[in-house]
T-cell receptor, first 112, second 113 residues
Framework: GQQLNQSPQSMFIQEGEDVSMNCTSS?????WLWYKQDPGEGPVLLIA?????ELTSNGRLTAQFGITRKDSFLNISASIPSDVGIYFC????????????FGKGTSLLVTP | GAVVSQHPSRVICKSGTSVKIECRSL??????MFWYRQFPKQSLMLMAT?????????EQGVEKDKFLINHASLTLSTLTVTSAHPEDSSFYIC?????????FGPGTRLTVL
């Protein structure tokens, strides 16, 4: 499947700072998903977006489904050390059997 | 949220043996499950789509005779790595399709000696 363009590849920030990462695609998706993966574990769903333009929050996390349906961003406000991990965006097309197309991931490091 | 379990979480085997990994959706029924493989510091790579009661659909380059998938019920899919070799060592993750999303299992670390 198509791999999404996710940036930045890595971020090294101080506790309390805000973080922003995004994903772009050359094709349209019906759904955008954001996952977090800790080392040695499976991805955990953070936010799911189903409509173009939709802005959804989950605690300190906010994500938006781009108007063109070809992009999405994730913001983390007031980062804390437990935010450390790899964040993946994923696009889903119902026409392709609900398989996910993943970004390459953004590795986040937070220093106290 | 929906819970997906995987068993075993970690397995070490000798080259030439077969290994079976189970993926279960614990609190919902999943007509479709997916199997991924992940190498260190890389994203997840879809191996195959597992549909309950029918044959799995494999991605290009994935050997169906080597990675046998069985989706016998709405809550269980199994991946069997046959005649495993060291290059099959990897992190294998399953997911189960929920309503317009996917829920992932915790992964299985396979090491082939």
């Amino acid at each position: 499947g198509q791999q999404l363009n996710q940036s930045p590849q890595s971020m090294f920030i101080q506790e309390g700072e805000d973080v922003s990462m995004n994903c772009t695609s050359s094709s349209i998706f019906n759904t955008w998903l954001w996952y977090k993966q800790d080392p040695g574990e499976g991805p955990v769903l953070l936010i799911a977006l189903y409509k173009a333009g939709e802005l959804t929050s989950n605690g300190r996390l906010t994500a938006q489904f781009g108007i063109t349906r070809k992009d999405s961003f994730l913001n983390i406000s007031a980062s804390i050390p437990s935010d450390v991990g790899i964040y993946f965006c994923a696009g889903l097309k119902s026409s392709s059997g609900y398989a996910l197309n993943f970004g390459k991931g953004t590795s986040l490091l937070v220093t106290p | 949220g929906a819970v997906v379990s995987q068993h075993p979480s970690r397995v070490i085997c000798k080259s030439g043996t077969s290994v079976k990994i189970e993926c279960r959706s614990l609190d919902f029924q999943a007509t479709t499950m997916f199997w991924y493989r992940q190498f260190p510091k890389q994203s997840l790579m879809l191996m195959a789509t597992s549909n309950e009661g029918s044959k799995a659909t494999y991605e290009q380059g994935v050997e169906k005779d080597k990675f046998l998938i069985n989706h016998a019920s709405l809550t269980l899919s199994t991946l069997t790595v046959t005649s495993a070799h060291p290059e099959d060592s990897s992190f294998y993750i399953c997911s189960a399709r929920g309503e317009d999303t996917q829920y992932f299992g915790p992964g299985t670390r396979l090491t082939v000696l």
